[in-house]
């Protein structure tokens, strides 16, 4: 089931959505050859916490981060620890935070120093499919217009887009209906309505789609080794489009 969020239940997510933002803004200034993921999840926990809202991942379904920190062939579900980050790494950073019994998710793809010209590439066009397909999130439209809008993009720019993996409803739970995938046909699925509360997630790979987890039972990597990207905002559908939370 669908659920469409009061206006109350909205700001109580635009809270937590500008917590979840603020987070990923103070790790960008900590991201550099030699930070291990483990501290970087110590200073998001830390942000979240000092905001009066509690990191949404931790204790997950068994989760023992407050965030996810991917690296490289990392696609989702890294969890930190004692890697040290390299010249010419990229990380993604997937951020949940919980204020006042609502949630707010965000994920981004940060260049570790400088990166070679391919894999900048790979981040630019992972983070405008993200808006190529918010575009298409309007009252009255069809969910899949957003999935149709950001496969055709990364296709065209020939990168492949993730199928395990796709976006979400959000709002008391984590993860509520509808799934978003990133990829099929436009015009299916339900109508976009004002109040509802979506992640879009892109999920992109320099290589081939395929995705494998490892034996740690959370971490998900590239089937072929390649890099790949992530970017993620939670968004509420509104009267005349859609209103970035995060």
């Not at 994920?107 to 405008?128: C, F, H, M, N, S």
């Amino acid at each position: 089931m669908i659920i469409c969020k009061t206006a109350h239940e909205i700001n109580l997510m635009r809270e937590a959505g500008k917590i979840v933002s603020a987070t990923l803004e103070e790790l960008k200034n900590h991201i550099r050859p030699g930070v291990t993921t483990k501290e970087l999840d110590a200073i998001a926990e830390e942000v979240i916490r000092s905001h009066g809202a509690v990191p949404s991942f931790k204790g997950y379904q068994g989760f023992p981060g407050s965030i996810c920190a991917s690296v490289n062939e990392e696609l989702v579900h890294g969890i930190p620890g004692d890697r040290v980050l390299c010249e010419g790494d990229i990380i993604t950073i997937d951020v949940g935070a919980q204020y006042e019994g609502y949630h707010a998710d965000s994920a981004w793809t940060y260049p570790v120093g400088e990166i070679d010209a391919e894999t900048k590439r790979l981040l630019d066009v992972t983070e405008q499919s993200l808006y190529v397909g918010l575009a298409e999130a309007k009252p009255g439209a069809r969910l899949t217009n957003i999935s149709h809008a950001i496969q055709t993009y990364v296709e065209a720019h020939h990168f492949s887009v993730v199928r395990e993996y796709v976006g979400h409803g959000i709002g008391q739970h984590l993860h509520e209906d509808p799934q978003v995938p990133h990829y099929g046909p436009p015009n299916k699925g339900p109508i976009l309505r004002p109040g509802m509360t979506l992640c879009i997630e892109p999920m992109v790979n320099a290589g081939s789609r395929h995705v494998k987890t490892l034996a740690d039972d959370w971490t998900v990597v590239t089937a072929d080794g390649k890099r790949c990207a992530h970017f993620e905002h939670t968004i509420v559908i509104t009267e005349n489009g859609y209103e970035i939370l995060t």
